[in-house]
């Protein structure tokens, strides 16, 4: 489901809510309202029945007909007001009360009437006109009692609803926000993970991320994946161009290269057969035999090319630093022949072993070492330094020329891709390139330059900590 | 007494048959792969004619071009070289070679270009 529609579901949900509350609190508000009504009617009601109640009073202490006169104008107007508001007050009372109320007022009535028309007053007329007003008053004032305490109940039991309404708004509120966060961080979380990886170089396991996008985030997710998926074919696309770039460099020192193979060979063929007569077969047997020497070496030079050259997929071998940088150092061997540039290595003894594509390091020695050449073009010291940090599990691979150097403004811009401080004659791939494949290696690449002075590269490597090692190590800590 | 002649090449097949070739002829050779030595044992020694290699290691061809011009103006010196570029035959000119052979080095014209440098 998008997020859209979660969204959009949690706020009907909540509108639902806020709805019924809505209705039920003005439910509630309109029985109130209707309740006070007739607490207002049985009020009338209970102060007009008091005012019989003094007149009947006055009847008996001063024997006042007049007296019974009012008992009777009031009691026909309370009896009109009972039956205009039967509604309200059937919903106070009930049927039952309502009935006996009804009965005992029109029966005081009368009892008063035949009083007045008579003039006479039978026996018990006292005793029993006098209960009847009592049980009036008495029915009133429970009625007004009743009709208070429910009244307040109502109310009491609005705010309780109002209460744990509100409280439930919130905990749902609460609950579809933790939801969203929840949710929302975790994907951001695999989000902020996958560039993180992708920043460091580790496109391939980004592309690896297969997900059937199933919300908005996925989407982002996807196209993350599909992006690291089409700069990885660029990136060997673009590692591969860098490689033919340095390799056209390469190969004017290897015409050179291969020409003294070719004359030893030569001169081996011209000494043989002017020398033919008087050579003896043992001779005649090491001349061939220095031949073969040397078309070895040639092939031995072209192999070392093909070598470079070659597209290869990526493949992580165990590997002496040393043999890595000898291979490297010579690819430009003939590079520093015909230059006035003099190689000076320094290389610890006993170099942990580390775990790297081996053509791709070597691709970004040779890029270094193309470049130092370059800088250097009215010759100077070429300075390679290999030592480790064990502490750190890093190798050190220090390339430190004598040459130009490179301006502060450059240095910032060095390894951006197309970046190029030689013109026409650069592509501004090397360091770029170079840059990411160290990346890949878990390793790290910086440089140092002062104008006129020279500039050294610094290349950090992990040094191999095969697993099996690393489980021995925990397995004697733990003991 | 014969001519004598030190051939300077870190390539060691080139020392052994520019030597067998020339002791062929007539001449004395003497051979160095490593041009410091080489270049000890002209200070201590005149040869008529000095046949070097331009790029060797520490000392280059060069270098003993100018010090035999240096310490033997009467002696010749051939330079032979696999990193043949105009700028390095305009160098050598100018400090007075008398011949240049990009290799791979005919042996023939060789031979002429000695015969011809030691005037026999």
């Known amino acids: 489901m998008t997020i859209r529609m979660r969204i959009i579901i949690a706020a009907i949900i909540q509108a639902a809510i806020i709805c019924v509350i809505s209705i039920f609190g003005y439910l509630s508000f309109n029985t109130i309202l209707s309740k006070l009504r007739t607490i207002e009617i049985i009020d009338d009601l209970n102060i007009s029945l008091l005012e019989i109640r003094k007149s009947e009073k006055n009847y008996f202490l001063y024997s006042d007909v007049n007296a019974l006169k009012e008992v009777v104008g009031r009691g026909k107007e309370i009896d009109k007001v009972v039956q205009s508001s039967k509604k309200e007050i059937l919903k106070g009372l009930g049927p039952k009360t309502y009935n006996v109320l009804g009965t005992n007022l029109s029966k005081y009535l009368e009892l008063a009437q035949k009083v007045i028309s008579t003039g006479k007053t039978p026996p018990h007329f006292g005793e029993e006109f006098r209960t009847l007003g009592h049980e009036l008053t008495r029915l009133s004032e429970v009625l007004l009692k009743r009709e208070r305490t429910d009244v307040n109940n109502r109310i009491q039991n609005s705010i309780f609803m109002l209460i744990i309404s509100l409280s439930a708004v919130f905990l749902f509120q609460l609950v579809v926000w933790q939801y969203f966060f929840h949710f929302i961080i975790k994907e951001l979380a695999i989000m902020g993970n996958l560039i993180q990886m992708a920043s460091q170089g580790k496109l391939h396991e980004v592309a690896k991320q297969t997900i059937s996008p199933k919300n908005e985030l996925d989407d982002a997710i996807k196209a993350l994946a ?19 770039a340095s390799l056209g460099i390469l190969i004017s020192g290897v015409a050179h290269e291969l020409g003294n193979p070719l004359n030893n060979i030569s001169l081996m063929a011209q000494g043989y057969l002017s020398l033919y007569d008087i050579l003896g077969d043992g001779e005649k047997k090491n001349f061939m035999a220095d031949i073969l020497t040397q078309t070895d070496r040639i092939s031995r030079i072209i192999n070392n090319l093909l070598d470079f050259s070659r597209q290869k997929k990526q493949e992580l071998i165990e590997i ?26 320094y290389i610890e003894p006993d170099l942990r072993p580390i775990y790297v594509d081996a053509p791709q390091i070597e691709q970004v020695l040779v890029n270094l070492f193309i470049n130092a050449i370059q800088a250097m073009p009215e010759g100077g010291d070429l300075t390679v330094n290999v030592g480790q940090e064990v502490e750190n599990g890093y190798l050190i691979i220090k390339v430190k020329d004598t040459g130009l150097g490179i301006s502060k403004e450059d240095l910032l811009h060095i390894f951006d891709p197309f970046f190029t401080t030689k013109g026409t004659k650069g592509t501004g791939l090397g360091l770029s390139v170079s840059y990411g494949i160290i990346r890949q290696h878990h390793g790290d690449i910086a440089v140092e330059s002062e104008e006129g002075k020279g500039t050294t590269f610094t290349l950090k490597i992990p040094i191999y900590q095969p697993k099996e090692k690393e489980e021995d190590a925990q397995a004697d800590r733990s003991h | 007494m014969p001519k004598q002649i030190v051939v300077i090449d870190d390539e060691k097949i080139v020392c052994n048959m520019v030597q067998r070739i020339l002791t062929q002829e007539g001449y004395e050779v003497e051979t160095f792969t490593d041009s410091t030595q080489a270049l000890n044992r002209i200070r201590e020694k005149e040869f008529d004619l000095v046949i070097t290699d331009l790029k060797m290691e520490n000392i280059d061809g060069m270098d003993i071009l100018k010090e035999v011009n240096q310490l033997y103006p009467e002696a010749k010196v051939i330079m032979l070289t696999a990193y043949a570029t105009l700028d390095a035959a305009i160098d050598a000119i100018r400090e007075r070679i008398f011949d240049f052979f990009p290799k791979p080095v005919k042996i023939e014209e060789l031979k002429k270009s000695v015969k011809k440098a030691l005037g026999s």
């Open chain 1, 226 to 244: 599909d992006m690291a998926r089409e700069l990885e074919k660029r990136e060997a696309v673009l590692l591969q161009s860098e490689k033919l």
């Open chain 1, 320 to 345: 002496e630093p040393g043999n890595l940088i000898e291979k490297s150092i010579t690819l430009v061997s003939n590079q520093l022949k015909i230059t006035n540039v003099k190689l000076h290595k």
